[in-house]
């Protein structure tokens, strides 16, 4: 299917996921990580406990910042495929840090598209976001819509990322995917997310915070899904192309809580909190693309997602 691709990234949520995919593909997996601690580093490293003993994974601990170390990578195992998903995450964090997220986000995407260049990569997939419709008022979002007012500097970033994929697949012939998530969750949630944050607070007993009215609406995506997008865009990928990956089904925050206790047996203590700058009102993906050119069809529902994630996070706490 591939021969080496270079995954970015590659001890987080998605990531991992990934390579474990890629691995049971046949493909030769190079990781790339700088295990940053956004949140606890060791929890990235757990992650990866799947693929230790694997001969067809390898882990190079790196920023993607970093132009010398990038070249010695590209230099020395000539990955045919690239999927970049390294970045700072978290809509709220980027608020408070925007510089870090730009040189991150930004530089370190600059980076990979140099050396992607140089070495002859033949596909790039880049990892964007739902957060770069900001609050469209066509519902659902559509590739072909306009992405020109972001609300967050990490949403601004991820548009960025797109117009460098754009350029440099123009300048150089260089095949790119950019593939907008929309709020992926399963097993290994990042531990910030709600979904993993709710279900942790609530078997302590502690109040989650909800901020607002609680009718904020996401697409939930399950990860199995999302690394099934992934790897047909692989196969797909010719020359620039944007895709929404997105479960097409977005439901309110209420009703993602209720899901919750319906699921676990706990009650949701809520605790009321102002909205936050930055977050968007809604995300509704368009499927439409991605189901006639990826052959891209979510099949896990909310209710059984959920179940999966809490039956991993009973067998992982503690």
Not at 19 to 30: D, F, M, P, T
Not at 71 to 79: G, I, L, N, Q, S
Not at 157 to 168: I, S
Request: net charge neutral; charged share 25%; hydrophobic share 35%.
């Amino acid at each position: 299917m591939f021969d080496t691709v270079l995954v970015t990234g590659v001890a987080g949520f998605i990531g991992s996921h990934l390579a474990e995919r890629l691995v049971s593909l046949g493909c030769r997996v190079i990781g790339v990580d700088s295990f940053c601690d956004f949140y606890d580093p060791e929890v990235k490293r757990r992650n990866l406990y799947p693929l230790d003993r694997s001969d067809d994974f390898h882990l190079i601990e790196a920023d993607v910042r970093d132009v010398e170390r990038m070249e010695e990578v590209f230099a020395t195992h000539r990955p045919s495929t690239v999927v970049h998903l390294a970045a700072m995450a978290g809509v709220r964090p980027s608020i408070e840090s925007p510089g870090l997220y730009v040189s991150v986000n930004v530089d370190g995407t600059v980076n990979l598209l140099q050396a992607a260049a140089r070495h002859g990569v033949q596909k790039f997939l880049f990892a964007s976001s739902s957060s770069v419709y900001g609050n469209n008022r066509k519902v659902p979002f559509s590739e072909e819509d306009p992405v020109d007012h972001p609300i967050s500097p990490y949403a601004a970033t991820k548009k960025a990322g797109e117009l460098l994929c754009h350029t440099f697949s123009h300048l150089y012939g260089l095949p790119v995917v950019c593939l907008r998530f929309f709020t992926v969750y399963g097993p290994r949630q990042r531990p910030d997310l709600a979904i993993a944050k709710f279900m942790r607070l609530m078997s302590e007993g502690k109040e989650i915070p909800v901020f607002g009215d609680g009718q904020m609406s996401r697409d939930y995506t399950y990860i199995n899904d999302i690394i099934d997008g992934t790897v047909s865009a692989m196969q797909s990928v010719e020359s620039y192309r944007i895709y929404n990956l997105g479960g097409s089904k977005p439901v309110t925050l209420t009703t993602l809580i209720r899901t919750i206790e319906n699921t676990t047996g706990l009650p949701a203590r809520i605790r009321r909190l102002p909205p936050q700058p930055g977050d968007v009102e809604r995300t509704c993906a368009d499927l439409t693309r991605a189901r006639r050119e990826l052959g891209f069809d979510p099949r896990v529902s909310l209710e059984e997602g959920i179940a999966r994630q809490w039956e991993w996070f009973r067998s992982t706490a503690g």
